[in-house]
Every structure is written in structure tokens, then in C-alpha cells.
């Protein structure tokens, strides 16, 4: 016990200092009836995850009451008891020494060590996350870089909204998946969880804020407390780009649009051939009703009906009998859930059931023909090839409302899951602000997208992705003091918009500077030396194809881009332009003068 504890029990009265030793036993004893609940639930009472021997947790087990198992409560117990973490494993080895034997002398030595600080541990991330190194960001760049171009194109503007919401907020939208929340601790004040999704966040923003008719783009992370598979993609956080147009607009125009979207990405980025499986829910409830589903297990049996593309139908069905559904009715629901159309002939499927019994049911017609008039919107927009109409696809979550769909890869081999999916939630909105708001959206499953890109870049490279940055240029030197030379030479390719480097060593030899180049693959070099400055010219080498030329100081910048150097953040014309801004006696850096551009560089002082 710390001493502290023992003064200020001293300095009570007997009273006061029974009542307090009381409350203390009453805590104790309540902490161990959980932990006995927890054990019997989990059956793994008396086992401690702490990675210790056998004789060290024997010895252990020796400070606790008679008939009380040894397990993390019951450590926490412990320490409470005791005042600290060492103190219990010094009773621990008292008892041990007591014994004739010592087990945990080195445990109390690493714990102890740890207390203060001075030790270390083995430093680790949390399950279902993961730290991405510099090759892995280019590949998240380049995704980044073409959803939201595709975004952009169609008219969409980007918001934004906190990463965590009243716990309220989000509960009751997502049917079973609910469990998945994230719950924060409650630090005396509001009830809060971390956002499950970007698509109920938005109906909360659309109720507060009111905009009217709305194409939102959000790019963000997103947090479920799901069983992590790292190799298919999924994680406890990872982003979601999700496209949405909120607003009343003509039946299946926005639909379409966002279906568009989908396949304008999923088209331009490196992850090969797919289909978008495509349903929708009023069809799916009246396949229920139609086959004797009660109305109270429409969303249960839904939810069992989504895990078709990974479930036989004999596993999905046996699901339906245990959660109450009649074996009929089962039978009946399997005669249409298996029903699908391949890529590009949605159409042939919609046919079987416009002379089936959905076309006399009002709101399974009435989907059908909506269906109708999507596919002839998506063949106008080029988008049909992809679309396959598959009867299995229920999308658990409870908030949809009519059209749904999803996104698969045709090869597989990565074993991912979908890539994307959406739908429409018309009345989302309306359980916030009371008024509904039609909105239909999409959400780009970015994090899948990701590792297939980046296995199939392995793939093709034959190793793992290289790191480093993405320079185009270095600024080497042949000879001694020309550090600040390179410094001035990057400058002004920096604000030419290229990126460059200029090596963070003085005086190193150019076969160095070569080879360090070509080792991280940068494709230029600009080189100067002592003949170089007295001539006012640099030599520009390209790596790739193996040539160099010497050219003036004043075109160096037009060189490189002659030759295929990007430059970021100015569009073709301004290249020209600000190359030709240059004063054409411009003075390579070791002169005394100001070289001056008058519209991208600013005036740069070069020494002599």
C-alpha cells in the first residue's frame, strides 16, 4: 500500500477509518463478481494475457483470497489493493522467496523499469489500423487524385463534418451492424461515438443546414469495431469517398448520374475489369411479402439475403429457419434471390419479372418500370455494359429505400470484397429534421481499392513498392563549395513548379550523386562544376535516355519540360509563359546579380 494511503488513513478516526476500509472491500468484492462473469462468459478464466510463466503466475495466484482465479480483474484488484503494479509483484516475490524459489525477479526488474519510464516496450498499432510508409501514400495520392477529379467533373462540392457524433445520431440506422459503433468513454458530458459511415452524418448536416439541392462529395475516415481481414481491405478505420445528390429531381435522373460516377472511377483506376450488382429494396420486400414473410422479419431476413455472394443458399437458408422464418416461405424467397443477369443485359431479367407475380404487386411494379427507365438512362450515359441486375444484393443497412447497388471486382484473386456501393435513402433526412429529403449516393471503398492497387503494382514491378518521393530532378555538382549553387538552382526549379532535391551534403563525390539518382530512380540531373559556372550554362542529363545537353541557365527550366518534366500547379500555357519571363542574360547563381521573372519566380539573391 503507498504511503501516502497509509498516512491518511492514520490520520482517521477508528470510525472513519472502518467505513473506508468497508467501502473498499464491498469495491473489491463487486470487481470480482464481474470479472467471474466476464471469465465464465469468454472461458478463459484464470488465464492472464501478459505473456508470463507458469511459476510466476502460480506465484501470483498466491495473493489472492482462497478459491479466487487469477485473471486481469483479478490483477486489477490487486493493484488497487496494493497501490501499484510493483507492489503487487513484490509481495509476489516475497511470497515467492517465502517458497525457496524466485520466478519473478526479472518480471518485478521489467515491470519496475517500465514505471518509471526507463524501459522500453515494443511499440505496436492498434488491431484493424495500420501506419502507411511513402510508397503506399503515392498509391492513396493517386486514388485520391482520380475520384476526386471524377467528383469534381460532375458539378459535386466538397464538406465536411466531425469524426465524431452523438451516439444518438447514429444509432438506429444501421440494423445489426449497429453493434459495430464505436462507443466513446463519457466524460461527464454528451453521449458520443465515432461516425460508422459518411452517409448519416450527411442526412444530420442536410437537417441542420438546409441547402437545398445538393451534389456533396466527402473524402474521410470512418471507424468500425468489425473483425479486421487485412489482406481483403478491411479495417476498424479506413476512409470512404462518398458521392450524394440530395434534392427532388425527375425519377432515376440522379440515380443514374451517381451509377455514372461510379463507373467513371472505377474505370480509370489501375484495378481491372468489374460489374456493379444492382437491386432494389421495394423489389426485395415485395418478393417477401409475396412469398409470406411476415412485414416485422423484412429486415432480418434481408440482412441474411446480403450474404449470398459469400454464403450457399442451403447456409442462408438454414439462417432464415433460426431466426423464426417458415420453411415455405424460405423456399419461396430462394426461387427469386438466386435470380441474376449478366453485365449489360439487366434488361433480360427485367422482362422474366414483368410477367412474374411482382407485376401485380403495387410497389414491386412500381419498381420495376423506375427500373426500366434507369437502365435506358444508363445505356444513354455508356454506363449499361457494367450493370448486372442480381436479386441476392439486400445491402444490410436499414436506411435505404429504393435502388441499390454494388461494385465487384471480375477477377478476384485478392479475395476483396466489394469496391463500392449506395443507394437510395429517401428518408434518412427525415428522422432528424421531420421532413424528408430524396437523396441517393455512393461510397467508394477506397481502402480496398488501395491494397489491389498496390498488389497489382507489386505484380508488375516483381518486388514491393519502392518509397521515397517522387522527384523529378537533382541538382548535383562536380567539384568543392557549390552547396549553395545547388541550393539556388532548386529554387528556381521549385518555383517553376518541379520538384527537385539538391543533396544535404556538401562536398560529395558526383559518382555519389549518380548513383544515389539512379538508385531512387529520378530521372534528371542537373549538374554544374567550376567550367560550368565560368560559362553560365548547366548540363541537363536525362537518365532515362541516357543523354545530356548543356544549355544556358536561362533555359534549364524550358529544357527540362522539353524533355517531359511535370510541373505542378501550372498548366501548359504558364510554363511557357514563365520561361519566357526569364531575362535571357539571366546569370547562373555564382554571379552577382538579381535574377528576376515577373510573374512565378520570385527575385532570387545569388552570391558571388
Not at 443514374?256 to 444492382?278: M, T, Y
Not at 434488361?347 to 426500366?372: C, N, T, V, Y
Not at 557549390?482 to 558526383?510: C, D, H, P, V
Amino acid at each position: 500500500m503507498r504511503r501516502e494511503d497509509e498516512e491518511k488513513l492514520a490520520a482517521m478516526t477508528p470510525e472513519q477509518r472502518e467505513k473506508t476500509l468497508e467501502k473498499r472491500r464491498k469495491k473489491a468484492e463487486k470487481a470480482a463478481a464481474k470479472a467471474a462473469k466476464k471469465a465464465s462468459r469468454s472461458g478463459a478464466a484464470g488465464k492472464l494475457g501478459l505473456g508470463l510463466g507458469g511459476g510466476v503466475l502460480s506465484v501470483l495466484q498466491k495473493c489472492l483470497p482462497e478459491g479466487r482465479e487469477l485473471d486481469s480483474s483479478a490483477l486489477e484488484d490487486l493493484i488497487a489493493a496494493r497501490g501499484s503494479l510493483l507492489d503487487v509483484f513484490a509481495a509476489a516475490d516475497a511470497a515467492a522467496r517465502a517458497l525457496g524459489s524466485n520466478p519473478v525477479v526479472k518480471c518485478i526488474e521489467s515491470l519496475a523499469s517500465m514505471e518509471t519510464g526507463s524501459g522500453r516496450r515494443v511499440p505496436k498499432i492498434a488491431r484493424g489500423t495500420r501506419d502507411f510508409h511513402p510508397s503506399q501514400m503515392r498509391v492513396r495520392e493517386e486514388a485520391f487524385g482520380i475520384i476526386r477529379r471524377v467528383f469534381k467533373m460532375h458539378g459535386a462540392v466538397e464538406i465536411d463534418t466531425p469524426v465524431f457524433e452523438l451516439k444518438e445520431t447514429l444509432t438506429g440506422k444501421y440494423g445489426e451492424d449497429t453493434k459495430l459503433i464505436y462507443d466513446l468513454a463519457d466524460q461527464g458530458g454528451e453521449i458520443l461515438a465515432l461516425r460508422y459511415d459518411l452517409t448519416v452524418p450527411f442526412a444530420r448536416y442536410l437537417a441542420m443546414h438546409a441547402p437545398g439541392n445538393i451534389k456533396r462529395f466527402h473524402m474521410a475516415k470512418v471507424y468500425r469495431r468489425d473483425n479486421p481481414q487485412l489482406a481483403r481491405g478491411r479495417y476498424r478505420e479506413f476512409y470512404q469517398c462518398d458521392f450524394d445528390i440530395a434534392g427532388t429531381y425527375d425519377v432515376m435522373v440522379a440515380d443514374a448520374e451517381v451509377l455514372s460516377v461510379v463507373v467513371s472511377i472505377l474505370g480509370d483506376l489501375p484495378i481491372g475489369p468489374f460489374k456493379i450488382k444492382l437491386n432494389d429494396r421495394r423489389i426485395l420486400d415485395a418478393i417477401f411479402e409475396i412469398c409470406g414473410c411476415p412485414a416485422a422479419k423484412f429486415r432480418t431476413i434481408c440482412s441474411a439475403v446480403d450474404k449470398l455472394d459469400k454464403e450457399p443458399w442451403e447456409t442462408v437458408k438454414a439462417e432464415m429457419l433460426d431466426k423464426g422464418l417458415d420453411e415455405a416461405a424460405a423456399d419461396r424467397i430462394g426461387e427469386f434471390v438466386t435470380l441474376t443477369a449478366e453485365p449489360g443485359r439487366p434488361f433480360d431479367l427485367l422482362r422474366k419479372l414483368e410477367g412474374g407475380p411482382l407485376a401485380s404487386h403495387p410497389s414491386g411494379s412500381q419498381a420495376i418500370g423506375e427500373l426500366a427507365t434507369l437502365f435506358g438512362y444508363l445505356e444513354s450515359m455508356g454506363a449499361l455494359p457494367r450493370i448486372s441486375l442480381d436479386m441476392s444484393l439486400a445491402r444490410g443497412l436499414d436506411y435505404y429505400t429504393g435502388v441499390i447497388y454494388e461494385a465487384v471486382l471480375l477477377d478476384n484473386r485478392f479475395g476483396v470484397g466489394s469496391i463500392a456501393a449506395g443507394g437510395r435513402y429517401d428518408n434518412l433526412v427525415g428522422m432528424f429534421s421531420g421532413n424528408a429529403t430524396p437523396c441517393v449516393g455512393v461510397s467508394v471503398g477506397v481502402e480496398r481499392v488501395f491494397a489491389i492497387m498496390e498488389r497489382l503494382m507489386e505484380e508488375r514491378s516483381g518486388d514491393e513498392l519502392r518509397g521515397g518521393a517522387q522527384i523529378q530532378v537533382l541538382v548535383a555538382s562536380v567539384g568543392n563549395d557549390l552547396l549553395r549553387e545547388r541550393m539556388n538552382i532548386a529554387q528556381r526549379l521549385w518555383e517553376s513548379g518541379i520538384s527537385a532535391e539538391f543533396g544535404l551534403t556538401g562536398n560529395r563525390k558526383f559518382t555519389k550523386q549518380l548513383q544515389d539518382a539512379l538508385e531512387r530512380r529520378i530521372p534528371f540531373m542537373v549538374i554544374i562544376g567550376a567550367d560550368e559556372l565560368k560559362r553560365r550554362v548547366v548540363k541537363v542529363k536525362n537518365l532515362r535516355e541516357k543523354y545530356e545537353h548543356v544549355v544556358p541557365f536561362s533555359a534549364m527550366v524550358e529544357e527540362l519540360v522539353a524533355q517531359g518534366v511535370q510541373v505542378h500547379g501550372a498548366q501548359k500555357g504558364d510554363v511557357a509563359d514563365t520561361v519566357g519571363d526569364l531575362q535571357p542574360d539571366a546569370e547562373i547563381p555564382g554571379t552577382p546579380v538579381l535574377i528576376t521573372a515577373t510573374k512565378r519566380f520570385s527575385s532570387l539573391n545569388l552570391r558571388a
